[in-house]
């Protein structure tokens, strides 16, 4: 049956069930191992240059406005955090796209109990590099015009105090598109359906996306959370496709 509109959270706790399983530990090491080392880049570069990204956002106010510094500080915080954030999930997720795309496909085999998936090989992994890099970069596309525009927006004075919840929903939708993506890719569903497909779906994708967003903004969770997410996003994928099959035979 359908998924409830605020399913989200049950889909990344099953799916965090399913990658801990004996049966999918071994296509988790990869993913895990590259999440590992780019969020150590992450907090190791954003901690040098943290304060002086909020300070080049923070508005500079006349002196009987000062007042306001204590107040907009924490949202610039914020905003800065979102984006430094965001940006390096976005790296990690393109180059971990192969491995996450065969952790779906892996994920899809133990939910139906059927393979119809090559069997595994390294030839078979090389060989969907090719397709989960062009998938990526079609993201990638969607994502910076968009991004580029918030950007520009969050160096607006006064306008810029939107940006950060901008960022958060942006942020959010991102999340669904990125993990929901492995599987609909797996199963050749061209990138506009899959955007046409989450639209229709749009309250458990974003609830999906936001519990996402959510852990993986939590340090060390989160290198465990990225494989969590495409088990959880394969789950979603399974299920409402499977309800939606259900319904046209019945019909």
Do not use: C
């Amino acid at each position: 049956m359908p998924a409830p509109a605020l399913s989200g959270p049950q889909y990344l706790r099953e799916g965090l069930k399913l990658v801990l399983s004996p049966g999918l530990r071994l296509f988790v090491l990869l993913p895990l191992a590259i999440n590992l080392v780019l969020f150590s880049a992450m907090i190791y570069f954003a901690g040098h240059e943290f304060r002086l990204w909020v300070d080049s956002f923070m508005p500079t106010l006349p002196g009987w406005l000062s007042f306001l510094n204590y107040i907009l500080w924490p949202l610039f915080v914020v905003l800065v955090a979102l984006m430094v954030f965001f940006t390096f999930t976005m790296i990690a997720n393109i180059i971990a796209a192969p491995f996450n795309g065969f952790l779906s496909e892996k994920v899809e085999v133990v939910l139906r109990g059927t393979d119809d998936f090559p069997a595994f090989s390294w030839g078979e992994l090389i060989e969907m590099i090719p397709r989960t890099l062009s998938r990526e970069m079609r993201k990638l596309g969607y994502f910076l015009p968009r991004a580029i525009g918030l950007f520009i927006l969050s160096w607006i004075p006064v306008v810029n105090l939107i940006a950060t919840p901008l960022w958060l929903m942006f942020g959010v939708w991102m999340m669904a598109i990125q993990y929901i993506d492995y599987p609909a890719d797996n199963h050749k569903m061209s990138w506009q359906d899959m955007l046409a497909w989450l639209r229709a779906k749009r309250w458990q994708s974003m609830s999906f996306g936001g519990i996402v967003y959510l852990v993986l903004l939590i340090p060390v969770v989160n290198i465990l959370m990225m494989p969590a997410a495409v088990a959880g996003a394969t789950l979603f994928w399974v299920r409402e496709r499977g309800a939606e099959t259900l319904a046209e035979r019945i019909r």
